[in-house]
């Protein structure tokens, strides 16, 4: 008896796995959406996603065409598996346009003790319709924000070929509710946003400084932001953005690599995060603090690499009055690298093969084309260089607080190379005359 039992508890195990791995597949048409870029299909929309969310695994399919919608979409679930695609044409993508001021597409999970459910988005183009920045602007200086695409408390997320533009706040925003004191479990175990371009998505609240980013991510363990445009036309928007990229508070293990990043008070931000982070390749410009490292965790912190990058602040017009708003208090803080870090608590990163670039035809804030208070740093084989100089030309210096020497870094145009630590020597930092091309060597 006990035979037969185990192979129908066997047979039942299999057939629960073969209808668990079907997966549902809806249009939205099937439900009355119309993409005729005229009617209301928000109503439409909506029911399909509820019928879909009634599936364990579920995929929502947009034929091509412009769906028009009046109010935010929000597809709220636990723990099933949900793909939202595009079917494009001629190369174009299915859009969907909130025709009101507002977020466009949340997708939303529960926070625990565990992540659970996994998305997938995938050639789409969500369009937001916000006015651009003025005094009179109602959005600007306040707390809240919108989103393009944001999704929170997931297990994985994938989102591919998705274009955002004109969102006040946040382009794509992948993110826990709380933000700290979660466990290790509860965060994205893993994230994927390729070949998305997102434009001029921005924010602007000097006080807070909490929103305005192109791409931000936190609390996941393990991700890839790859092959992303991320550009904020302030010609157009009229203010810069916060962040190009954003990786904070329990973000691990992330690679960001080959994304143009433009139009943002810093292109690149790393803050209290657990490290283990590869930089690669990305090209930053239309900033004057290109990549920001900060707020740095004793606790758990891995090495960072960041390689073959280039920074400089070609684009940002002269004498612009956009408005910067981080580490705008001190001379040096605000530079085209700015490497800050508790004592020795990110030890052990290397930052090899990169270009700093400030150009005289652009505006600059500072005086420093680098701050590096970051002990135990690998810098090799590093360009920095002040071009185009105009006259009176701008003073321009490298400034390293830390016992992080740099090996065959190259410095061109610079009015001084400066090193302030009490462990600091001439002798330790001598061999690099050969390459200050006629900048003073200063140890304060």
Same mark, same amino acid.
């Given at each position: 008896m006990s035979k037969y039992i185990g192979m129908l508890l066997l047979f039942l195990v299999q057939l629960a796995g073969c209808s668990g791995a079907k997966t549902v597949v809806l249009n939205v048409r099937d439900?009355?959406?119309?993409?005729d870029g005229r009617s209301d299909d928000y109503a439409a929309i909506n029911r399909c996603f509820q019928t879909a969310l009634k599936s364990p695994t579920s995929e929502v399919v947009f034929p091509f065409g412009t769906y028009l919608i009046n109010k935010e979409?929000?597809?709220?679930?636990?723990?099933?598996?949900?793909?939202?695609?595009?079917? *494009?044409?001629?190369?174009q993508s299915p859009t969907i346009i909130n025709r009101v001021p507002g977020s466009v597409l949340l997708i939303r999970g529960y926070l625990g003790d565990v992540s659970r459910g996994i998305v997938s988005v995938r050639?789409?183009?969500?369009?937001?319709s916000f006015p651009s920045y003025s005094s009179n602007n109602r959005f600007i200086n306040k707390d809240e924000w919108y989103?393009?695409?944001?999704?929170t408390d997931k297990k994985e997320v994938r989102i591919v070929n998705v274009n955002v533009h004109n969102i006040y706040g946040e382009g794509i925003y992948v993110a826990t509710t709380k933000q700290e004191?979660? *466990?290790?479990d509860a965060r994205t175990s893993y994230l994927e946003i390729k070949n998305c371009l997102v434009t001029n998505c921005w924010g602007y609240n000097p006080k807070r400084d909490s929103y305005g980013d192109g791409i931000y991510v936190s609390n996941v363990a393990r991700g890839t932001i790859s092959n992303n445009k991320v550009?904020?036309?302030?010609m157009v928007t009229h203010q810069l953005g916060r962040c190009g990229v954003v990786l904070e508070y329990m973000s691990e293990s992330c690679t960001v690599s080959d994304n143009q990043i433009y139009g943002y008070d810093?292109?690149? !931000?790393?803050?209290?995060?657990?490290?283990?982070?590869?930089?690669?390749?990305?090209?930053?410009?239309?900033?004057?603090?290109?990549i920001a490292i900060f707020n740095s965790r004793r606790e758990r912190n891995l090495p960072l690499t960041i390689q073959e990058n280039v920074v400089s602040n070609e684009g940002l017009p002269l004498r612009t009055k956009l408005a910067r708003v981080r580490d705008i208090e001190a001379a040096t803080d605000r530079s085209l690298f700015n490497f800050v870090a508790l004592s020795d608590s990110r030890s052990g990163s290397a930052v090899v093969d990169n270009v700093f670039k400030v150009d005289g035809r652009y505006d600059y804030f500072s005086g420093a084309i680098a701050n590096i208070k970051a002990n135990g740093v690998t810098f090799r084989n590093n360009s920095f260089s002040y071009i185009n100089k105009s006259s009176p030309a701008k003073s321009v210096s490298y400034y390293n607080y830390s016992t992080s020497i740099p090996q065959n870094d190259t410095f061109k145009g610079l009015e001084a190379i400066r090193f302030? !630590?009490?462990?600091?020597?001439?002798?330790?930092?001598?061999?690099?005359?050969?390459?200050?091309?006629?900048?003073k060597l200063l140890i304060d």
């Amino acid at each position: 008896m006990s035979k037969y039992i185990g192979m129908l508890l066997l047979f039942l195990v299999q057939l629960a796995g073969c209808s668990g791995a079907k997966t549902v597949v809806l249009n939205v048409r099937d439900f009355g959406a119309k993409g005729d870029g005229r009617s209301d299909d928000y109503a439409a929309i909506n029911r399909c996603f509820q019928t879909a969310l009634k599936s364990p695994t579920s995929e929502v399919v947009f034929p091509f065409g412009t769906y028009l919608i009046n109010k935010e979409i929000v597809v709220h679930f636990d723990n099933q598996d949900i793909s939202i695609v595009g079917q *494009p044409k001629n190369g174009q993508s299915p859009t969907i346009i909130n025709r009101v001021p507002g977020s466009v597409l949340l997708i939303r999970g529960y926070l625990g003790d565990v992540s659970r459910g996994i998305v997938s988005v995938r050639d789409l183009n969500l369009k937001g319709s916000f006015p651009s920045y003025s005094s009179n602007n109602r959005f600007i200086n306040k707390d809240e924000w919108y989103a393009g695409l944001a999704v929170t408390d997931k297990k994985e997320v994938r989102i591919v070929n998705v274009n955002v533009h004109n969102i006040y706040g946040e382009g794509i925003y992948v993110a826990t509710t709380k933000q700290e004191m979660i *466990p290790l479990d509860a965060r994205t175990s893993y994230l994927e946003i390729k070949n998305c371009l997102v434009t001029n998505c921005w924010g602007y609240n000097p006080k807070r400084d909490s929103y305005g980013d192109g791409i931000y991510v936190s609390n996941v363990a393990r991700g890839t932001i790859s092959n992303n445009k991320v550009a904020n036309n302030f010609m157009v928007t009229h203010q810069l953005g916060r962040c190009g990229v954003v990786l904070e508070y329990m973000s691990e293990s992330c690679t960001v690599s080959d994304n143009q990043i433009y139009g943002y008070d810093r292109g690149l !931000h790393i803050e209290a995060d657990f490290g283990g982070h590869q930089i690669l390749r990305n090209v930053i410009s239309g900033t004057d603090l290109g990549i920001a490292i900060f707020n740095s965790r004793r606790e758990r912190n891995l090495p960072l690499t960041i390689q073959e990058n280039v920074v400089s602040n070609e684009g940002l017009p002269l004498r612009t009055k956009l408005a910067r708003v981080r580490d705008i208090e001190a001379a040096t803080d605000r530079s085209l690298f700015n490497f800050v870090a508790l004592s020795d608590s990110r030890s052990g990163s290397a930052v090899v093969d990169n270009v700093f670039k400030v150009d005289g035809r652009y505006d600059y804030f500072s005086g420093a084309i680098a701050n590096i208070k970051a002990n135990g740093v690998t810098f090799r084989n590093n360009s920095f260089s002040y071009i185009n100089k105009s006259s009176p030309a701008k003073s321009v210096s490298y400034y390293n607080y830390s016992t992080s020497i740099p090996q065959n870094d190259t410095f061109k145009g610079l009015e001084a190379i400066r090193f302030q !630590h009490k462990s600091i020597s001439k002798n330790t930092v001598i061999k690099l005359k050969d390459r200050l091309n006629g900048a003073k060597l200063l140890i304060d």
